[in-house]
Every structure is written in C-alpha cells, then in structure tokens.
C-alpha cells in the first residue's frame, strides 16, 4: 500500500480533530486585513496628523492596540510567507522578494494557514495581493485557499518602460486581475482594486455566515504606484497616500458593518496589520536624493508618501521603521476592550494562535518561530520574554529581547549569493541591503524607539549575552533553512532570461 505523502498525512492528522473540536466550542471567525507597506505613523490611532481612519481607530478602541508588533521581514513576500506558515522567511523558503520572471514560490510542503484552518473546516479565501509565487502549483488555491480574488504579484511589477534592466526580472506581463486560475482583466484599473476586494469580502462573508471562515485580506494599496477611488481621490489632508490609506479605512468599516448585521461581530477575529514599514516619501530625503529618486520614480506623481512614525528608516530595512508595524486586533467574544499592548509579538505568531484556536494541534516535528500568543491576547499570563530576531533574506542583522535591540556585527556577506532574480539585476542591491556592520550596537527601545543612541560601551554584558544567543541560533538556522525551490527546467537566471507570457496573458496583451 502506497503510504500517504508527510503533507497530507499532517493534514489528516490537523483533520482529525474537526469534529471533536466543533463540538467543545464555537470556532472563532477570522478576517486578517493586511495592508501593503503601511508604516508605523500611518493611521490616526498611531499618531497620524495628516489621514484620518476613524473606523480602524474604532477597532483599536474595541481590542487590542500592539506598539511593539514586528511584521518579521521588511519586504512584501517574506513577510506573507512568515504570516502564513508561522515561520522565518528562510526557515520556509522564501528568504526574498520574488518577481514575475522567477519560478518560484512559496514550496507546496509548508503547510499554511489557509490548510490547517481548512482541516479544521473552515472555508478559506484570499482577496487581494498573493505575491507568494506566480507558477500555477504556487497560487493560492494550491496554498489552501478555496477561493482567491485579486493580484499574483507586485502592483508595480509592470509599467516598466522598454529598455529597462529591470524589465528583465519584472516580466512585460499587463498587470493581471484574476479570480482564482482565471484572468479576469489585464492591465487592471489599480482605482478600483479596494472597492472590488472590499465587496468580494462582503459577498464571501454573507455566504459564509453559517460555518466557520478565514478571510485573508492582502490589500494591495498603499504600495506604490497608489490608486485611490473617486469617492476618496483628493479628499485627504495626506495626498494621494492618504487618501488611499481612508479608503482602507472606509473597507475596514465595511466589512466591520456587515459583521454586525450578520451578528458575526462577537465571534469574529478582525487583525488589521501591515506586512512591512513604510517606504519613506521622497520629501523626507535631503534634496539631492529627493531630486534623484523622483527623476528615477517610474510612477510620476505617486510619491512613497509613507511615516514611520518615529523609528528609524523604513522599508527595506530591519531599523525599527522597516519591521515595526501597526498591528490591532478585535475579537469582542474573548479580548476586552481598549488595551494597549507593549509586549512585543511577531507576524509569525498567528499561526500558532489561531491553528490552536480552531481546534488543531501543532504538529510536534514541525519548527515554528512563532508562539500561541492567545494568553498575552486575553491577558490570562505575560509571555515570558521572548528573542525576536530580524533577518534580512538569509543575514541575521538585529535581535530584539525585553527592551534591547542588538544590531549584530556583520563581516561578510552571504556566500554563495542567493538565487534571487532581485539581485540579478541589482547587485548594487545586494551589497546595500545585505549589509556589513563594524561592531555590536546596542539601543534601548523602550528609552529610544529611533535607535539614535548606541548604549553598547555601558553594557558589555547585555551586548554579550544577546550576541551569543544571537550567534548560537543562527549557526543552526543556517543549517536548517530551506533553499529558494527553483521549479525543475528552470534555466538559471541570467541577465537574458525574460519570462515568456502565460497563454492567457498573451490574450490579453493582444487587445
Ligand atoms: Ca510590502
């Protein structure tokens, strides 16, 4: 007999509980908004002067506002891969932003979110950007998704003009709008993309409202190029990136109202994150960048826009704006209102959380990086202090323990050079992001959340304690990590290689 494969014997065994578990307790709903390199001085409930999101300022006021929340990658594809497996980046597979042009993807044998709460019986969507690989094994129906709405990748991997190196790696596919395998418009008007995954959400939650449901929520906006409706175009004090934020804000509220009419509110989780720190807004650069980076903008007229509040840098970046991100959740049935949370948690630690909440068990061979936060959620216990460590791709940069954050000397970088079309192209890229650092750098986040003050020479015994810790659990995730899975008869990247249209992108291009 032909014994089943360890990815569907973990699923049956995540299933086996389903039954059981329906009946020791109502199974939470779970909606977890995500927005796309929304930082940390972005909503009005984390300081903003300038948008005005009154509906998610509600959502804090109803739960749970986090001010130490790290979204554990300051890129867009990692940082989804991390939410949905409950593991670092590299630990599953996807260390990098991935680009059209690459077979890759997030490698089928993780098991995701979307899987385990299916075994559990719950049905399953995503609506919004994928970004976890384009290759039809690595989309999201493939992923434990029963349904999906919205963009495979990037809203900027198009628009490129011809000529550009970028081209290459970016593919010259019109930007695609699909609804699960199938194109439904290319290039798809960006204006309407809130609107549409707003009222796809609304419909999925009124056929759902019966049985228990996970609503992923991957919003495409406010990542550049910005795309606001008419009803919200020109109507912040923020600009275009405001005005893009607010209509975030008015979906939010949507999907909130349509909870309350379907008297869904009390036992549905609502999370309202972000998968990264805000890219910063060109006029925060000193002239000469700013003159530079508008000249090279591709999107003329759509600036970065972002705030990070006052951290340190942002996007791109494991300085405090790149990885601290806004993070609320609601959930009226098991968390009181109106707290705010300074213990420090992680992207990583929904998986755990809500696998457990509805009804499935950790599998015990499986190595997770993030923890069943529920007792810190509904203040039963403190979480004893955790070590958070920031990677970039495969480089360890910083780790974060109580209130010190250590930036970790660096005096190499990663050899060989990962297999990321990303880098192909931008070496330039490469040595930037993965950084050297000369010595270890100590701040105290709790004192100076900016990082302006390096504390290292005053205590060489935190900087050593964090260091070998440091140290000690990257020698063995370097082993344990998993390699990018390049798809078999890939030719390896090269400055030549650009991706051949799909079929059903080649229709369109046609039009
Ligand atoms: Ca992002």
């Known amino acids: 007999m032909k014994l089943p494969s360890p990815r569907l014997a973990l699923l049956l065994l995540l299933g086996c509980l389903l039954f059981s578990s329906r009946l020791l307790a109502a199974a939470p709903n779970i909606i977890f ?62 260390p990098y932003v991935l680009f059209p042009a690459e077979h890759t993807g997030l490698p089928t044998e993780e098991v995701t979110m979307a899987e385990a709460l299916k075994a559990q019986g719950y049905a399953t969507i995503c609506i919004g950007k994928w970004h976890l ?40 596919e019109p930007l695609p709008l699909m609804d699960g395998n199938k194109i439904v418009e290319a290039p798809v008007d960006q204006s309407t993309l809130t609107r549409r995954y707003t009222e796809r959400a609304v ?51 949507v999907i909130l109202d349509t909870l309350k009419e379907l ?48 951290l340190r840098a942002g996007k791109g970046t494991t300085f ?11 959930w009226p049935a098991k968390i009181s209102a109106g707290r705010e949370e300074a213990t420090p948690a992680s992207m990583m630690d929904w998986w755990p959380t809500f696998v457990k909440l509805a009804g499935g068990q950790i599998p015990s061979k499986l190595t997770l990086d993030g923890t069943d936060i529920l007792p810190l959620l509904t203040g039963a216990e403190k979480t004893s202090a955790r070590t958070f460590r920031h990677y970039f791709g495969v480089q360890l940069q910083a780790v974060r323990e109580d209130r ?72 063995q995730f370097q ?4 390699r990018m899975e390049i798809l078999p008869g890939t030719p390896p990247p090269n400055p030549g290689q650009i991706r051949q249209p799909d079929e059903d992108l080649s229709k369109w291009r046609q039009r």
């Open 263 to 310: 008297k869904l509110d009390q036992n549905t989780i609502v999370v309202f994150t972000s998968d990264n720190g805000a890219a910063l807004k060109f006029s925060n650069s000193n002239p000469k960048a700013k003159a530079k980076a508008k000249a090279n903008s591709r999107f003329p007229g759509h600036d970065f826009g972002g705030s990070n509040g006052n």
């Open 404 to 475: 010190w954050k250590l930036i970790v000397p660096i005096a190499d970088y990663p050899s060989p050079v990962p297999p990321s079309l990303w880098f192909v192209h931008q070496p330039m890229l490469f040595e930037r992001q993965h950084r050297l650092w000369p010595k270890p750098t100590l701040y105290d986040l709790s004192a100076d959340p900016g990082e302006t003050k390096d504390l290292a020479t005053e205590h060489p015994e935190i900087v050593k304690r964090l260091l070998e810790k440091a140290r000690a659990f990257d020698t």
């Open 133 to 172: 690989g384009w290759d039809k094994v690595h989309r999201p129906q493939q992923q434990g998704f029963d349904e999906f709405f919205g963009l495979p990748y990037s809203n900027d991997s198009n628009e490129w003009p011809v000529g550009d190196p970028y081209i290459q790696v970016m593919g010259l």
């Open 33 to 94: 908004i995500l927005a796309d390199d929304l930082g940390y001085g972005d909503l009005s409930c984390y300081g903003s002067t300038t948008i005005a999101t009154p509906r998610i300022d509600r959502l804090a006021k109803e739960g749970i506002r986090f001010t130490d929340y790290y979204s554990a990658s300051p890129f867009c594809s990692p940082s989804r891969a991390a939410l949905l497996t409950g593991r670092l980046p590299a630990r599953c597979g996807v």
């Open 320 to 330: 405090e704006g790149g990885v601290r991100v806004p993070c609320i959740i609601r």
């Open 203 to 253: 419909q999925f939650i009124r056929q759902h409202r019966d049985r228990p449901f996970f609503l992923y929520l991957p919003h495409t906006m406010p990542h550049i190029p910005q795309y606001a409706s008419a009803e919200f175009a020109g109507k912040s004090k923020g600009g275009l990136y405001g005005d893009v934020i607010e209509e975030l804000d008015h979906s939010t509220g």
């Open 479 to 482: 082993r344990e990590q998993k």
